[in-house]
């Protein structure tokens, strides 16, 4: 039975929202920008400021300018091995380019910045975070803030990235048919590891990983599964439908970190056979061996591990959201000018 998530708090702002991060402990980070009367600017950039927020009382701990600000390509994560204390680590555009930032989690002090390339998309880790754009994967090291290694490849379009297994997974795209497929990455010096799914895949919607695990959000999986597990498959998805239709719209599959072609998938599960104008907007996190399906304003919550459902609830406000994120039984929202805090399976 489908349940409301319970709310922990909440606290509205005059700031507008654009950037939100959650360990597995101590405080959340807010980013925002203060957006000029009549919503207009002259600038790329907007300055920014950061603050933490006690996560369980919502009360600020402190506030800070933050040379970071709302533009095109924004990543925020908190760091708890990075360095000798736990960290802010914020990356994004400046009014001098982009720039990566450290900053301690206690009092907000600036304790290290370093100028980056522009990306579109990124994930921070304590030792090492990755950016990407359409043509190239960068890895840079968070304690030290220096570009480590680059990766590119002719032909190649890349779209998201995720941890997992002491790899880094990229999901790209054949720059010359638009079929989507998976590529991993070695975590340190970012060489080339394996093509794990052949791009033959009409969409890969989004990838998450956690622990050994990783789970992608597709269609089509046939086109991504072994030979034995593409028979079970099909006599499954005709089961499923009414006309004996082979094909899926949208699906979770997952696969452990060490995945090569032709080994079988850990679990899968398709979640539309809808005709696709009629796909609702999905995205997948993973955290402490969960993983959480966003559509629209519900939340479902699997073992990462089987697949099992472990219950749907609706978050309020989800289905409007600036950013979400989850860490260790807490599911942080937020919207334009509003933050709130949920209870989740830990």
């Not at 597995?24 to 600017?41: F, N, T």
């Amino acid at each position: 039975m489908t349940t409301t998530a319970k709310r922990r708090w909440a606290r509205e702002f005059h700031s507008e929202i654009d950037g939100i991060a959650i360990g597995p402990s101590g405080p959340v980070l807010l980013h925002g920008y203060d957006a000029p009367a009549g919503g207009m600017w002259t600038d790329d950039v907007i300055p920014g400021k950061l603050g933490a927020i006690d996560r369980s009382s919502g009360e600020f701990l402190w506030r800070s300018p933050c040379e970071v600000g709302y533009g095109r390509g924004f990543a925020a994560a908190i760091c708890e091995g990075a360095g000798d204390q736990a960290c802010a680590v914020v990356m994004g555009p400046s009014s001098q380019g982009h720039r990566i930032l450290r900053m301690s989690i206690e009092t907000g002090e600036l304790l290290g910045e370093s100028a980056i390339k522009a990306f579109d998309e990124a994930i921070i880790r304590d030792e090492a975070s990755v950016t990407i754009t359409a043509t190239k994967v960068t890895g840079i090291s968070t304690l030290d803030l220096v570009e480590m290694w680059t990766y590119s490849r002719a032909d190649e379009r890349y779209h998201s990235v995720a941890f997992c297994g002491g790899k880094i997974f990229v999901v790209y795209s054949n720059a010359n048919t638009r079929k989507y497929g998976l590529l991993a990455l070695d975590a340190e010096d970012g060489s080339f590891d394996s093509v794990v799914i052949p791009s033959k895949l009409p969409m890969i919607h989004g990838v998450a990983g956690d622990g050994s695990t990783l789970v992608i959000l597709t269609s089509d999986l046939m086109q991504a599964l072994s030979p034995s597990d593409a028979g079970r498959f099909i006599g499954e998805l005709s089961m499923m439908s009414e006309d004996d239709v082979l094909t899926d719209t949208l699906s979770l599959l997952a696969i452990t970190g060490s995945h090569s072609e032709e080994d079988p998938a850990l679990w899968w599960s398709v979640i539309a056979t809808d005709p696709v104008e009629d796909i609702p907007e999905v995205s997948i996190s993973a955290d402490s061996g969960k993983l959480y399906v966003v559509s629209g304003a519900m939340l479902e919550v699997r073992d990462l591990l089987s697949g099992r459902s472990l219950g749907e609830w609706t978050v309020p406000g989800l289905d409007e959201q600036v950013c979400w994120s989850v860490g260790s039984g807490a599911g942080l929202l937020a919207e334009e000018n509003r933050l709130t805090i949920y209870e989740l399976p830990a």
